[in-house]
């Protein structure tokens, strides 16, 4: 059986192997290798390559059009909503326009758009060298519920839809994408025709040309620019809508990261994912440019190592922990609650699964290390549990009698303050339910004064001038993850109140630092396994 050592020192191998192999397929992404011959050849003529039409420079035209039906075979029951004559492919331009909404779409249906870049003066279908792509300008969702002052009655808008249904809330309605992000492939880049790299030969519509192959234009539509933020609700009065076009030039490198990251965030609500939680992902790559993009990934990275670390060695430190000598139990109870209302609130702010899922293995945690502290016991009567609790030795009591001390002291400061920020918030904050308005009161509670419940294990250490108890590891690990949530505090969508939670657990690590240089851990004296430092050192040479 492998060691803790040995199996700490395996996943850590893992990790790295993962790390590099990562580097390794994202290298392969960015750098496509271009056609060999071509260079000795010069004049276009090798075999084997693919050259770009683009090369040609041809006399260009941008086309958008919308329709209800997925294909379109002429210039039928389609409506022409941008038109740019003098397409330059190297000008980046935005232009916002109005689209008429047709009584389909309004009536909960979906509204196409075909962009066409052809060349100038010829409609797009009598243009043999077109290229075109479709994009959806409407999406699905579950519309987010209104909130309501939950002492008067009102809502934010002051008013309701005498339309909308008393189930409509629950169905998904449909939402226009007011915007349109277009990009073109503009590198010369001379592809070898026997090795196309899969992700960009979708995209791709060749022609010969003599005794050449020809790729013309690449044309993208860049679906991770499409934000939750800027979904708008189609109401059956709704006649028209904004539409904003958006175009920039890519190179190939960043085209071909692009359609990777694309394909990942599909796969991700093939699996489940919503659209709000596709969404949390698309954010982490718009909205970061690539450089800090390769930061973020191997900040997550070592914060998923460290999560790991933490979380095993946390457990092993409690399943070997017999007594409760120096530890505050308070504390323990403070942070499990605190842990499950956390999650209780992301949940119900619907927040990503990124965060998510975290915090719901940690509430599990939390949960079993309260039944260590009290020394419970859960025996089965049939279906009804019967709990037991374990008796204190005179140790323990000891630091129970300084547990209690501490709290009583904060008693007087903590409990005014949260319920006078719950009286505070049902006043003047509207929620979508009272449930929403509990949860919310115990969390801003838990973020603003949480940390107050850490005080009184900083006063046990105090009291009794050590911190030989407490799992360094387990904290050495979480402190890491602490300074690395405070880089995705930037990064991933999350309530502020979360956000402001994550600075402030530096201050109580800083703190624990602190109390650590302050009293040195004495190696001869006995641990509540019986053991010593010194006496295990000596096992060890005898």
Excluded at 386 to 414: I, R, V
Aim: hydrophobic share 45%; with cysteine.
């Amino acid at each position: 059986m492998l060691s803790r050592s040995s199996f700490t020192s395996l996943v850590v191998g893992v990790f790295a192997v993962y790390v590099a192999h990562t580097c390794w397929v994202m290298y392969g992404i960015v750098y496509t290798r271009p056609c060999p011959a071509a260079a000795a050849a010069g004049d276009g003529a090798a075999g084997g390559c693919v050259w770009p039409y683009l090369a040609r420079r041809p006399k260009l035209q941008l086309s958008v059009y919308t329709t209800t039906r997925s294909s379109i075979g002429a210039e039928s029951n389609i409506d022409l909503v941008l038109n740019v004559e003098d397409f330059d492919i190297e000008s980046k331009f935005e232009r916002t326009v109005n689209v008429s909404v047709p009584k389909k779409t309004r009536n909960n249906g979906t509204l196409y758009a075909f962009i066409f870049l052809h060349h100038a003066g010829i409609l797009p279908w009598h243009d043999g060298k077109q290229v075109h792509i479709v994009s959806p300008l409407t999406t699905y969702m579950i519309p987010k519920p209104e909130e309501i002052n939950l002492l008067t009655g009102e809502s934010a808008t002051q008013q309701i839809e005498a339309e909308k249904q008393p189930n409509a809330l629950d169905e998904p309605v449909s939402h226009w994408r007011s915007k349109l992000t277009l990009n073109v492939m503009v590198e010369d880049f001379v592809f070898d025709g026997s090795s196309l790299p899969a992700d960009v030969h979708r995209y791709m519509k060749m022609v010969q040309l003599g005794k050449t192959v020809h790729y013309l234009p690449i044309l993208f539509i860049d679906q991770l620019s499409n934000r939750v933020k800027d979904l708008m609700v189609i109401n059956r009065s709704t006649t028209e809508l904004p539409l904003t076009v958006s175009y920039d030039k890519i190179s190939l490198g960043k085209l071909r990261f692009w359609i990777h990251m694309q394909d990942a965030v599909y796969s991700l609500q093939q699996f489940g994912f919503s659209e709000k939680d596709a969404d949390e992902v698309k954010g982490i790559f718009v909205d970061t440019n690539l450089y800090f993009l390769a930061l973020t990934f191997f900040v997550a990275a070592f914060h998923l190592l460290f999560d790991f670390l933490a979380f095993k060695n946390d457990i092993s430190f409690w399943k070997k922990k017999r007594s409760m000598i120096g530890m505050s139990t308070k504390a323990v109870l403070w942070r499990c609650f605190s842990t499950v209302v956390i999650f209780l609130f992301l949940l119900d702010e619907q927040t990503s699964l990124l965060v998510l899922i975290p915090a719901g293995i940690g509430a599990v945690i939390e949960l079993w290390k309260v039944k260590k502290a009290l020394k419970m016991t859960i025996r089965w009567q049939g279906l009804r549990p019967k709990f037991q609790f374990g008796a204190y030795n005179d140790s323990e009591k000891k630091t129970e009698e300084y547990d209690a001390q501490a709290m009583k002291y904060l008693s007087y400061l903590l409990y005014p303050l949260c319920i006078g920020g719950a009286g505070y918030s049902l006043l003047n904050v509207k929620y979508k339910s009272w449930y929403s308005w509990l949860i919310n009161s115990f969390v801003n509670g838990v973020y603003a004064f949480g940390f107050l419940f850490m005080l009184p294990q900083l006063f046990v250490n105090y009291k009794m001038k050590s911190v030989a108890h407490l799992p360094w590891k387990a904290f050495t690990y979480k402190a890491f993850n602490t300074f690395i949530d405070d880089i995705f505090a930037f990064i991933i969508t999350m309530p502020t109140s979360h956000r402001l939670a994550c600075f402030r657990d530096d201050v109580v690590f800083l703190v624990y630092l602190y109390q650590r240089w302050l009293y040195p851990v004495d190696k001869s004296r006995v641990n509540e396994y019986g053991e010593s430092y010194e006496e295990k050192l000596k096992k060890k040479s005898s």
